[in-house]
T-cell receptor, first 113, second 110 residues
Framework: ETGVTQSPTHLIKTRGQQVTLRCSSQ?????VSWYQQALGQGPQFIFQ???????GRGNFPPRFSGLQFPNYSSELNVNALELDDSALYLC????????????FGPGTRLLVL | EDQVTQSPEALRLQEGESSSLNCSYT??????LFWYRQDPGKGPEFLFT???AGEEKEKERLKATLTKKESFLHITAPKPEDSATYLC???????????FGKGTKLTVNP
């Protein structure tokens, strides 16, 4: 059974640029959630996708957007990067929306200069 | 507003010295309380899910318990490899998101 994978592992961008992060969900899982984790903090919920539709969103501005594909993989896009966007971005997959345990990938470390 | 508070922020133990980590939550209609372990620079690793007050789960040296307002992660005779940050997260009924605490950084010295 393949776990959650994310790419790239690390990324450096400059303020104002755009970035796309990718996630492949665990085999058999149809729900993907994205979290942002700043240094020394717990993960903060960005949004969740279920069957290619956004299924809930946290307190993040519209420049954070996402997609889910028919194979349940997902992308997180961030436009107009700000210094405060520097963080570990985590993707988690689960077997169903709402109630199932979420399993996390290794994360993408984003540094905005 | 849903909130999860973990204490202590950091804990240093000697190998073999048992202790407990605390997770207090204010979530209406809790549907699940989750414990994860996170190593530096890595994604959280799932440990336990607890669904109702009184429930307990064990895995090796770890035991998680749940009451109506708190959860505890008991660590018995810890080893240096148990050193990590332990995260607690709560999910509200009907909600898709996990609300995380800031974590407890555990260091076990040999």
């Amino acid at each position: 059974e393949t776990g959650v994978t994310q790419s790239p592992t690390h990324l450096i961008k400059t303020r104002g640029q755009q970035v796309t992060l990718r996630c492949s969900s665990q085999s058999g899982h149809n729900t993907v959630s994205w979290y942002q984790q700043a240094l020394g903090q717990g993960p903060q919920f960005i949004f969740q996708y279920y069957r290619e539709e956004e299924n809930g969103r946290g307190n993040f501005p519209p420049r954070f957007s996402g997609l889910q594909f028919p194979n349940y993989s997902s992308e997180l896009n961030v436009n107009a990067l700000e210094l405060d966007d520097s963080a570990l971005y985590l993707c988690a997959s689960s077997a169903a929306q709402g109630t199932e345990t979420q399993y996390f990938g290794p994360g993408t470390r984003l540094l905005v200069l | 507003e849903d909130q999860v508070t973990q204490s202590p922020e950091a804990l240093r133990l000697q190998e073999g010295e048992s202790s407990s980590l605390n997770c207090s939550y204010t979530v209406s209609g809790l549907r699940g309380l989750f414990w994860y372990r996170q190593d530096p620079g890595k994604g959280p690793e799932f440990l336990f899910t607890l669904y109702s007050a009184g429930e307990e789960k064990e895995k090796e040296r770890l035991k998680a318990t749940l009451t109506k307002k708190e959860s505890f992660l008991h660590i018995t005779a810890p080893k240096p490899e148990d050193s990590a940050t332990y995260l607690c997260a709560a999910a509200q009924g009907g909600s898709e998101k996990l609300v995380f605490g800031k974590g407890t950084k555990l260091t076990v010295n040999p």
